[in-house]
């Protein structure tokens, strides 16, 4: 009777260190997850201030204000899922992209103090979004190695954990720059 309750201890004691361990995974990626968007929604939010200044210098280039304009509307909408949100700061990445290099036809703009303070805080949160990515990934991937590796698999089966999505970039972007485009 001592042996079994010795046992029983020990595989209730193992039992909690796995349940603990797959939980405190889980919620350190929805953390991770809710600081990427946080710093999502920093750019988010320096995107008007972005397209007003903009707006004086550049008015035939409303097209590819108007797209980042529509892009950040969609992407604060509350009922985005993180697939449908990394989706939307992809396409909006593409585009501040293309924004910034249309800018370099415009010497009195790239001399405003406004646009090159914009400019540099946009700098700074596209490398706190990258980190921040990083650090999604990285959280990911250590969920999904303990949902797939014994025993932690085996509990992760009867919670029904589901696998997370590292964020990928796109064929596309992985591509070196053409600088002759970039001069056209």
Request: no cysteine; glycine share 4%; net charge negative.
């Amino acid at each position: 009777m001592e042996t079994f309750l010795i046992v029983g201890g020990v595989l209730l004691f193992i039992f909690i260190v796995l349940y603990n361990t797959l939980i405190s995974k889980k919620n350190q990626v929805d953390n991770i997850f809710a600081g990427l968007d946080a710093v999502l929604k920093k750019r988010y939010d320096l995107i008007p201030n972005l397209v007003a200044t903009l707006k004086e210098y550049m008015l035939h280039e409303a097209g590819t204000l108007e797209k980042i304009t529509s892009l950040r509307s969609q992407a604060l909408q509350p009922s985005l899922n993180a697939h449908e949100k990394m989706a939307l700061d992809k396409e909006l990445s593409s585009a501040l992209g293309s924004l910034m290099v249309t800018v370099e036809n415009y010497p009195i703009l790239k001399a405003n103090e406004n646009f090159l303070h914009l400019q540099h805080t946009l700098h700074e949160v596209e490398e706190q979004i990258s980190a921040a990515r990083r650090a999604y990934n990285q959280s990911v991937t250590d969920y999904n190695n303990a949902l797939e590796m014994f025993p932690t698999n085996v509990l992760a089966g009867f919670m029904r954990l589901e696998k997370k999505e590292v964020l990928r970039i796109d064929v596309a972007e992985r591509e070196n720059v053409n600088v002759k485009n970039l001069f056209r």
